[in-house]
């Protein structure tokens, strides 16, 4: 039975790039690299596979999918051969991409709810995994209303936009995954409602760059007891999430789910704070620069620099590729509630878990197993 993937920002730059990367891997017109689920590891038939992914989705943007895609290939981000052979598939995805109802919070919760069903009714589809890739929202305070079920129905109007969605998503029975830093289903009313409907979740902002490595470099120190001092980075970014991350409250979110990690890992945080800045000219690729101090033996300064260059729709997209197909594996098995096995996919994953790269691969790959 065939998959629904359904993309929150369905029209955006890691939206476009994983509907182009799935359909190519699909015909056999490139290698799933950078797909974790295809390490010798972790490959498993109860994953379903690249050709049974249907995608759909909401978005507040009007460019079609094929012109998104066409503007990515301007911009050194996917092959252009590929947009060009592909035109036909990514123009079906259009159709299936939906404006983002307006109402009342609760309006729209019934309208996306509406969508997910009839997505997954014409489509025979055996389940839909939502994918938030949309703009990071502020951090919001919880509200009481968020504590139980019950109080959460009469006030959905409380919610953040990410949340909502969840909310809509678990109505509809589907599965969540929060690709952002965004509340998403980080709420006890969300959570019980994910249970009763006995779908899964996850989340939450994907771990693709700078902090891919401090979760390498961190246990290093850690187990090599050296002490840090400090560790601090700049961030440079283009595109439309730079651009959202100049707002001072989006920057503060994405800026300390960035951080974690150190403090999880080291078991103190060290001096230092991590910076964005949005520099429009680089478009969609990203550069981190990171200065690390630290103390050896007998107390002797010593320091580590390193610098990433990348591109931030190239190195997500087989990321949502992988957490559709495992969220979506996990609700086959009947699986419900948060998947902190997934952490090896997150900057601030749910749970009180390891925060080591290596030990999240580990427990990431006995999750598949279990499958």
Not at 131 to 153: C, F, G, Q
Not at 174 to 199: I, K, M, Y
Request: hydrophobic share 45%; net charge negative; aromatic share 6%.
């Amino acid at each position: 039975m065939q998959t629904g993937v359904w993309l929150v920002g369905a029209r955006g730059s890691v939206a476009v790039t994983s509907i182009v990367g799935a359909a190519a891997v699909r015909a056999g017109l490139t290698e799933p690299i950078g797909c974790v689920t295809e390490h010798p590891v972790l490959r498993s038939d109860a994953l379903p596979g690249f050709g049974d992914l249907v995608f759909g989705g909401h978005d507040i943007a009007t460019i079609c999918v094929v012109k998104k895609a066409e503007a990515l290939a301007e911009a050194g981000v996917v092959p252009a051969r590929l947009v060009a052979t592909l035109h036909s598939e990514l123009a079906a995805v259009d159709e299936e991409i939906r404006p983002l109802p307006h109402g009342t919070a609760a309006e729209v919760a019934a309208a996306v709810t509406a969508d997910l069903l009839d997505f997954r009714r014409r489509h025979n589809l055996a389940r839909v995994v939502v994918v938030n890739v949309a703009s990071t929202e502020a951090s919001v305070t919880p509200h009481p209303a968020h504590a139980s079920l019950d109080t959460l129905r009469d006030a959905l109007d409380t919610l953040p936009p990410s949340s909502l969605m969840a909310y809509a998503a678990f109505e509809a029975g589907c599965s969540f995954v929060d690709f952002t830093p965004s509340t998403g289903a980080r709420l006890p009313a969300l959570h019980e409602l994910a249970q009763a409907r006995n779908v899964v979740y996850a989340g939450h902002d994907g771990k693709t760059g700078e902090t891919l490595i401090k979760s390498v470099l961190a246990p290093m120190f850690a187990m090599r007891n050296l002490r840090v001092k400090s560790w601090s980075g700049t961030n440079l970014l283009g595109g439309g999430d730079g651009a959202t991350l100049a707002e001072p409250a989006a920057n503060a979110a994405k800026s300390a789910s960035k951080q974690r990690v150190l403090s999880e890992t080291l078991g103190y945080q060290p001096d230092g704070h991590t910076r964005i800045e949005y520099v429009p000219d680089i478009g969609d690729f990203k550069t981190a620069w990171d200065l690390i101090t630290f103390a050896g033996f007998l107390g002797t300064p010593m320091r580590m620099e390193f610098t990433w260059h990348g591109c931030d729709s190239a190195l997500a997209a087989p990321l949502v590729l992988d957490l559709a197909r495992l969220a979506a594996a996990a609700h086959a098995a009947g699986r419900a509630g948060p998947l902190t096995e997934l952490a090896f996919f997150f900057k601030d994953p749910l749970g009180e878990v390891d925060h080591a790269l290596g030990a999240q691969f580990e427990a990431l790959a006995a999750f598949v197993r279990s499958l």
